[in-house]
Nanobody, 120 residues
Framework: QVHLVESGGGLVQAGGSLRLSCAAS????????MGWIRQAPGKERDVVAAISRSGGMTYHADSVKGRFTISRDNAKNTVYLQMNSLKPEDTAVYYC?????????????WGQGTQVTVAS
């Protein structure tokens, strides 16, 4: 059974930083592209960042470019999202997801989500 477990969320002041982690189990981690998707209250889910199987290709949404960085450690079966210069509009539930191909919106597995709240 596949498990994606996010951690690292919390309450932070605007301008602060958080690092999200997602530990994967039950799948061949290096065979999956990984992504971070967020959902703010009353809004649709948006892909924040994605990374290819080897980590050689990454995508960051325009809204987070230059502030957030996705990375992965295939030896630890973990994907990270470093979030700097946080803004109140970054407040959302952040989900980790795995996809069998890069650049797709079809995520095969999802984590349970972690809440990020940025206070102004």
């Amino acid at each position: 059974q596949v498990h994606l477990v996010e951690s690292g969320g919390g309450l932070v002041q605007a301008g602060g930083s958080l690092r999200l982690s997602c530990a994967a189990s039950g799948l061949t981690f290096s065979s999956y592209s990984m992504g971070w998707i967020r959902q703010a209250p009353g809004k649709e889910r948006d892909v924040v960042a994605a990374i290819s199987r080897s980590g050689g290709m990454t995508y960051h949404a325009d809204s987070v470019k230059g502030r957030f960085t996705i990375s992965r450690d295939n030896a630890k079966n973990t994907v990270y999202l470093q979030m700097n210069s946080l803004k109140p509009e970054d407040t959302a539930v952040y989900y980790c997801a795995a996809a069998s191909s890069y650049g797709t919106a079809n995520w095969d597995y999802w984590g349970q989500g972690t809440q990020v709240t940025v206070a102004s």
